[in-house]
């Protein structure tokens, strides 16, 4: 974690030719907007981890270099209640102009779904009913999406960039490293696959060690892998970045 300064902040502008100004004049800039130089409460302050930063900028790159916009899809899950509706209409009070809806929320539905400038890419809605009330990531598993993508990928004309977050039912690697929580005969089992020379009587974190030397320096994801093999390229968010997610401008009417 990187504490905020004027200084640090004026520095990076600068080097992106973004501030022309000196430190006073940021410094009213940064208060015009809704900040304020105070005592913090238990550290409550805008800090950002550097390899957060660092996804953030290797996203916006690829994101530049992207040519045509139109051949972009953005992907998403979110959840809304079986009697969701608006709270306002054009009505002129009576009974017929009225909307009439059933008591409580009902049931709660999980959907998925794809959309490109045009809008949402046609038969790819997955809608199911949730049987929890907790956090909906908990419902969907790589199995289900990796069903609802691959007929997301057989309904695209050409080649597309697909715009994705890094839910853990997104992210199921291809030939995952085994880690210390594994046991030794999987660590040996990996590393035998990998045509590296390992043998079960060896320590544990030697084969660690063996395993944080050979190991690819990026993850290979399964749904990456489908997509290339039809023609297609996956880009994917950095964490905590959802803005980037066009598809959000949807879910949040």
């Not at 005969?185 to 084969?207: C, R, Y």
Request: with cysteine; proline share 5%; net charge positive.
């Amino acid at each position: 974690m990187e504490l905020p300064t004027l200084l640090k902040l004026l520095k990076s502008l600068k080097e992106v030719d973004l501030f022309k100004g000196g430190i006073t004049s940021l410094r009213q800039v940064i208060k015009d907007i809704g900040f304020v130089y105070k005592k913090v409460n238990k550290r409550k302050i805008i800090m950002e981890r550097t390899d957060i930063a660092l996804a953030r900028c290797t996203f916006l790159r690829k994101a530049k270099n992207i040519s045509d916009w139109s051949k972009v899809v953005f992907l998403d899950e979110t959840w809304l209640n079986a009697n969701h509706t608006v709270a306002k209409s054009w009505t002129d009070d009576t009974a017929q102009s009225s909307t009439k809806v059933p008591e409580g929320k009902g049931e709660r539905l999980i959907i998925c779904h794809a959309g490109t400038a045009s809008g949402f890419v046609p038969n790819c809605l997955l809608a199911f009913k949730s049987k929890k009330t907790t956090e909906y990531h908990e419902e969907m598993n790589y199995e289900k999406i990796k069903d609802w993508f691959i007929g997301l990928l057989n309904n695209l004309k050409e080649p597309m960039t697909i715009i994705m977050d890094n839910a853990p039912y997104h992210s199921v690697q291809v030939n995952k490293p085994p880690n210390q929580s594994n046991r030794k005969s999987e660590l040996v089992k990996w590393l035998s696959e990998n045509g590296v020379t390992a043998d079960i009587k060896m320590l544990k974190t030697e084969l660690i060690a063996l395993i944080r030397r050979h190991k690819p320096p990026t993850p290979t994801y399964a749904l990456d892998e489908i997509a290339k093999e039809k023609g297609h390229q996956v880009l994917r968010l950095p964490p905590y970045h959802c803005q980037y997610n066009a598809i959000e401008l949807i879910w949040a009417q």
